[in-house]
């Protein structure tokens, strides 16, 4: 335990808080800890070894407080919602002003607007920051994205940017806006994930019929080799190759296939409708999530209309490139739905920076995000990033292949929402014109909404409908 004042707080010491708290004291910085639950103060001092030198233990929030120098940061690392207010309450009238309180956990970009606004008037600083990575990520390099005032940032940017993940020496951290601007990034950052993971379910789910466990382990290991390249497709790989001790069988089979969800996709897609976007990748995966965990009905719908055999599966060739085509899609529908965020509460986010902010750390790391990086770094029409040169000839060389897999799935009633979802949205883009001018019609037909022409300026035509 240090006798000096820490340079900078940590309350929260769940397996997220802990580890960052470690990764924090590693780098060199003193770092004074508080948990409610004091019990769990002196296991976690157990648990920092010789780290422990650089830690100041503390069981209540005054003496927290009083642990650091000022103006004091302090970082949040406790669960999202209530227990954040209640945390802020504790602290409050220990700090003075200056003091700046940085919430590192998967807030609701909302509740940190509201938040940062609330303590700005009352002279202290809140910093949203979104950190992702999980466990070993938040222990040895997680990336980081900082949303709130850009002065206050400055002041820990030396510690955040020290325990951030590193790609090609470049610190995977930045200053991205302010107030809500680092937790909504973070938060697209999860339905991207929601997307990435509900794609490589359905690729598992299209070949596992016809493959061993081990077998498909090396199918998702020799695409990790290619241009799928990226932590999820690696650690897919891995857990394919795990057997169950109790039972002898893979690992996977005896999970329970229900997927669980704490909000974040649920909320990229809530904001992405308030924002009039519509991310269909991720909207697939959410609803693929919650259908997973009816578990109920699906016995009852097996039971009505029976599961279709197995049949012969897709190429793996065309099931590679599928996922390309598909992971693009879904990427881009994500940094589409931050540039709408983007223009809406004037954040001027730097979409190349929060590419490269996710090339290593994150959960979404991937080969592609240096290549989307250096599409944000020049222009692209309509910030669609398949519209992007490179991108473009991506999704040339790999939407037939998506298009043969969907097809093929539809054809032996395998369930590809997410896949199919990417390749509505490609051929809704493909086409300049499409069929809204009927949706047009029928409102102006029972509710007299009226239509634009295309032969005629104005948005009020209306037809001389039938009665
Ligand atoms: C990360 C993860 C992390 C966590 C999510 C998962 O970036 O490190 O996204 O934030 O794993 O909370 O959320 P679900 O429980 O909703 O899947």
């Not at 806006?177 to 379910?201: C, R, S």
């Amino acid at each position: 335990m240090s006798d000096e004042k820490a340079r900078i707080g940590l309350v929260g010491l769940a397996v997220m808080g802990a580890n960052l708290a470690l990764n924090i004291a590693e780098k060199g910085f003193g770092i004074a800890v508080y948990n409610r639950t004091a019990a769990r103060v002196d296991t976690f001092m157990q648990q920092a070894g010789p780290l422990a030198e650089a830690i100041t233990p503390c069981t209540r929030p005054e003496d927290l407080v009083a642990a650091i120098q000022p103006p004091r940061a302090i970082i949040l690392m406790v669960k999202a919602g209530a227990p954040v207010d209640e945390t802020i309450a504790a602290l409050l009238p220990h700090l003075s002003p200056g003091d700046m309180l940085i919430d590192a956990g998967n807030a609701d970009f909302n509740d940190t607007r509201r938040r940062a606004a609330a303590l700005r008037e009352k002279g202290f600083a809140y910093l949203g920051m979104g950190v992702s990575g999980g466990e070993d990520g938040a222990r040895h390099g997680p990336s980081i994205m900082v949303g709130g005032p850009a002065g206050n940032y400055e002041m820990i940017r030396d510690v955040v940017e020290a325990i951030a993940a590193r790609y090609r020496g470049d610190p995977c951290a930045a200053h991205l806006g302010p107030d809500g601007a680092g937790h909504f990034v973070k938060t697209v950052h999860n339905g991207i994930e929601y997307a990435d993971m509900q794609l490589i379910a359905e690729a598992y789910g299209l070949l596992r019929a016809n493959q061993t466990a081990a077998r498909l382990s090396e199918v998702f290991a020799n695409w990790n080799a290619g241009p799928l390249n990226s932590y999820l497709i690696e650690i897919t790989a891995k857990v394919l190759s795990v057997t169950d001790p109790q039972s002898g069988q893979p690992m996977l089979d005896v999970i329970v296939d229900a997927a669980g969800q704490k909000g974040t996709g649920r909320w990229t897609v809530i904001e992405a409708l308030k924002l009039g976007q519509s991310p269909s990748t991720i909207e697939a995966a959410v609803a693929a999530r919650s259908w997973s965990a009816d578990r109920g009905a699906r016995d009852t719908g097996q039971g009505l209309f029976g599961a279709p055999p197995a049949g012969a599966g897709p190429l793996e060739a065309d099931l590679e490139s599928a996922l390309l085509a598909a992971r693009i899609i879904a990427y881009g529908q994500g940094f589409a739905l931050l540039s709408a965020a983007s223009e809406q509460f004037d954040w001027s986010l730097d979409l190349a920076r929060v590419a490269e902010i996710w090339r290593a750390g994150c959960i979404i790391r991937s080969g592609l995000l240096d290549d989307i990086a250096t599409a944000f770094r020049g222009t692209i029409p309509h910030d669609e990033l398949a519209f992007a040169p490179a991108f473009a000839e991506w999704l040339q060389r790999t939407v037939p292949a998506l298009r043969r897999v969907v097809a093929h799935a539809v054809q032996e009633g395998q369930p590809v929402p997410a896949m199919s979802a990417a390749l509505s949205w490609f051929d809704t883009m493909r086409r300049a014109r499409g069929t809204a001018n009927l949706i047009q019609a029928q409102r102006d037909f029972f509710g007299a909404h009226g239509f634009a022409r295309l032969d005629a300026p104005g948005t009020a035509h209306h037809g001389d409908w039938p009665a």
